[in-house]
């Protein structure tokens, strides 16, 4: 997949840009900024971002989901010595109102020289199922094409009654790609359980989750043709969508709805916005809350 930008003008040509990940996410990442901005990206070795928290409960999390993905890049950049770096974080949890599992990616741009931080996301429907639990690889193995399995990793842990038992680090384990471990963990879990059932999950880190790196990739473009556009008012580089603006009028009565009418155009280091008003003029009555309520 190539994109046909000749970087020219790009304010990174050249530059190493670190990605504070030990999760692969570079990979994600690598080719948009190399054939955007001529740019490299690395991520630096040894780096222990789980220290901000992991998906498994094992070391909570504090720091909301920006914060997270600062501080990653932060760490990237220190350790790479470099002024540039990314970081990204992923939360999952069920959209506000309607009970649908929803994964949101973030992806962080910053540029400590500069001054600035760009960051793109993107929310996007889970398909995974939710935990199942099994007694044993027979059992375990009836749910592992709705998980995906092995590109979609799994994490396997004891079960308490239905709950996964946060305080059980001896057997949780995680990225389990093959049966020959998944018959070694689901054995050792479900033998540590109080019901004798192993609880058998998704593993959501980058590198053992392919929903998650297809996400990724879409925002490495977006963010490394941000950082292409540079802001007309003083130059620097990410200008581009900030915030949406809802109210786009109901064909039927014309009054506002809730969907998008316009996208605000902003620069991340200084106050120059510009607002670009969607081609598309009136919402459908269905999406109405007069029409349709």
Not at 11 to 37: C, D
Not at 229 to 249: D, W
Request: some cysteine; hydrophobic content about 40%; proline content about 8%.
């Amino acid at each position: 997949m190539s994109h046909h930008h000749e970087p020219v003008h790009s304010p990174y040509r050249a530059q190493r840009i670190a990605f504070g990940t030990m999760h692969g996410k570079q990979r994600q990442v690598a080719e948009p900024f190399a054939s955007v901005l001529a740019a490299t990206v690395i991520a630096p070795d040894g780096l222990d971002t789980d220290e901000f928290g992991t998906f498994t409960g094992d070391v909570r999390r504090v720091k909301t989901p920006a914060e997270a993905a600062r501080a990653k890049a932060e760490l990237g950049a220190a350790a790479l010595g470099v002024p540039t770096a990314l970081g990204s974080e992923a939360s999952y949890g069920d959209l506000a109102g309607v009970l649908v599992p929803v994964h949101e990616e973030l992806l962080i741009f910053v540029d400590l020289d500069r001054g600035i931080e760009v960051i793109e996301g993107e929310r996007t429907i889970t398909r995974l199922p939710p935990p199942r639990r099994a007694r044993n690889l027979a059992e375990a193995e009836a749910h592992l094409s709705g998980f995906g399995f092995p590109a979609q990793a799994l994490v396997v842990r004891p079960a308490i009654g239905h709950e996964a038992h946060p305080a059980h680090p001896v057997h949780l384990y995680k990225g389990i790609a093959d049966r020959a471990e998944l018959a070694h963990a689901v054995h050792r879990a479900a033998a540590a359980s109080e019901d004798g059932h192993a609880l058998l999950e998704a593993d959501l880190r980058a590198h053992h989750n392919p929903t998650r790196q297809v996400v990724l990739r879409r925002l490495g473009l977006r963010l490394a043709l941000r950082l292409r556009t540079t802001c007309p008012a003083c130059g620097s580089p990410g200008y581009g969508r900030t915030v949406t603006v809802p109210g786009l009028p109901c064909r039927a009565c014309n009054r506002d709805t809730d969907l998008v009418r316009a996208d605000v155009h902003g620069c991340p280091s200084c106050p120059h916005t510009h607002v670009e008003t969607r081609p598309v003029t009136a919402a459908e009555p269905v999406f109405c809350n007069s029409c349709n309520p």
